[in-house]
Nanobody, 124 residues
Framework: VQLQASGGGLVQAGGSLRLSCVVSGRSFSMYFMGWFRQGPGKEREFVAALSSTGRRTYYVDSVKGRFTISRDNAKNMVFLEMSSLKPEDTAVYYC??????????????????WGQGTLVTVSS
């Protein structure tokens, strides 16, 4: 299973970015998908997750109302739409997928497959 993330870049505070992640190597539509991030000097943290059908979404409190996770099962892609960006959103963002298809959202430890990361830098 391979994940390829893209879409990062430099943006001013208050701006927007859209991250994309394409998945190959297995059936995409059966699995939750997630986004994580790791800021400078910080541990990797969960950002958002999306159920296989796209009907259920989960977010860390710090991004609720600003970020939106979505997916296109026909294209094997997951997206993270980020708006009202803040300097504290600066991080390398990773898309991730669990090995097992579940009904309940995976815990962070359940994500076995990771993209290479895409850097988002938000300037003040």
């Amino acid at each position: 299973v391979q994940l390829q993330a893209s879409g990062g870049g430099l943006v001013q505070a208050g701006g927007s970015l859209r991250l994309s992640c394409v998945v190959s190597g297995r059936s995409f539509s059966m699995y939750f998908m997630g986004w994580f991030r790791q800021g400078p000097g910080k541990e990797r943290e969960f950002v958002a997750a999306l159920s296989s059908t796209g009907r259920r979404t989960y977010y860390v409190d710090s991004v609720k109302g600003r970020f939106t996770i979505s997916r296109d099962n026909a294209k094997n892609m997951v997206f993270l739409e980020m708006s009202s960006l803040k300097p504290e959103d600066t991080a390398v963002y990773y898309c991730a997928a669990p090995r097992i298809a579940t009904i309940s959202p995976p815990t962070p430890g359940d994500y076995d497959y990771w993209g290479q990361g895409t850097l988002v830098t938000v300037s003040s």
